[in-house]
């Protein structure tokens, strides 16, 4: 793995952009989105975000989520809608 910060940026959204085109092509998938929340972990795997990541935009309000009783969840509706349109989270709500 690299420490060169544009090489993480590019791998990072190729990752996006991969996944983008895997929904395009399955648009049926797309559909079955529901606002059933889902763990950091699956949230990182459907955005191609690190673990790590994620937890830097939950703190700075980048990324929609939900908190519970001290968890994280993530509803992947809104992290698709949030991964088209490039938006914050002050922007979704």
């Given at each position: ?7 993480i940026?590019?791998q990072?959204?190729?990752?996006i ?14 559909e079955k989105?529901?606002d059933r929340?889902?763990n950091i972990k699956?949230a ?14 939950v703190h700075?309000?980048e990324i929609?989520?939900?908190?519970k009783d ?5 509803s ?16 979704i709500?």
């Amino acid at each position: 793995m690299t420490n060169n910060p544009f090489e993480i940026l590019e791998q990072r959204l190729n990752n996006i952009e991969l996944i983008l085109i895997e929904l395009q092509n399955k648009p049926e998938q797309v559909e079955k989105l529901t606002d059933r929340p889902v763990n950091i972990k699956k949230a990182s795997e459907f955005t191609g975000l690190a673990v790590p990541t994620i937890y830097g935009k939950v703190h700075r309000k980048e990324i929609p989520f939900i908190k519970k009783d001290g968890r994280l969840y993530f509803s992947l509706k809104q992290l698709d809608e949030w991964l088209k349109s490039g938006i914050n989270i002050e922007k979704i709500h």
